[in-house]
């Protein structure tokens, strides 16, 4: 009998079981619920994967464990908010709550907090983006002037100032872009 070759070599079904996603409700402080969101949006990855990076080391988790002072955990205040994550994360919070008796909202609450480094990172670069932008506007305003200037030479209706209306139109679009991502950022600032 021939030998059938497994077509994705080191999977094995406990592997393909730990990716899949499973729904979890914790109960977590806004500042906690904003800052997963607020990285996620900028590093441009999905809360899952998020959670998957700051849960599943269980050597790192089970040592944060050892530092959470629950009572100072129960002062927060907190609202429930649910997010996918993956079932191997999800094993690794209960592993590690069930063995200190915590509870999963306190190991996620405090997790998130290895995410303020990253926070304010970018809120130092979202403040020279704010800069460059401006930079950028005068930029496409002198863009405007010149196009301005070669359709009053030439014509609007010059193959050389299409071309340049087009490059305009295209630094429009960047530029609204742009605005809309700053928008998004404003949660830096006060964060």
Do not use: W
């Not at 907190?78 to 997010?83: A, E, G, L, N």
């Not at 994550?85 to 094993?91: A, Q, V």
């Not at 063995?99 to 480094?117: C, F, I, T």
């Not at 340049?164 to 700053?182: R, S, V, Y």
Request: hydrophobic residues 40%; proline residues 3%; aromatic residues 8%.
């Amino acid at each position: 009998m021939p030998k059938i070759e497994d077509p994705f070599p080191g999977s094995t079904m406990f592997n393909l079981r730990g990716k899949q996603s499973v729904r979890a409700t914790f109960k977590l402080s806004q500042k906690a619920i904003d800052a997963i969101g607020l990285v996620a949006v900028h590093m441009g990855i999905k809360q899952k994967s998020l959670f998957d990076h700051i849960i599943e080391d269980l050597e790192a988790l089970d040592t944060l464990a050892q530092t959470i002072q629950i009572r100072k955990f129960r002062e927060i205040q907190r609202r429930q908010k649910t997010y996918v994550l993956s079932r191997k994360t999800i094993e690794a919070l209960e592993a590690i709550s069930e063995a200190y008796g915590m509870p999963r909202d306190a190991l996620v609450e405090y997790s998130v907090q290895k995410l303020e480094s990253i926070i304010s990172s970018e809120k130092l670069k979202h403040e020279e983006r704010k800069n460059l932008k401006k930079e950028m506007t005068d930029h496409f305003d002198h863009g405007k002037l010149f196009y301005e200037k070669a359709v009053a030479i030439l014509g609007e209706d010059d193959p050389f100032c299409r071309r340049i209306e087009k490059a305009l139109l295209a630094c429009q679009k960047t530029e609204e872009d742009i605005n809309e991502f700053l928008e998004k950022s404003k949660i830096l600032e006060g964060f």
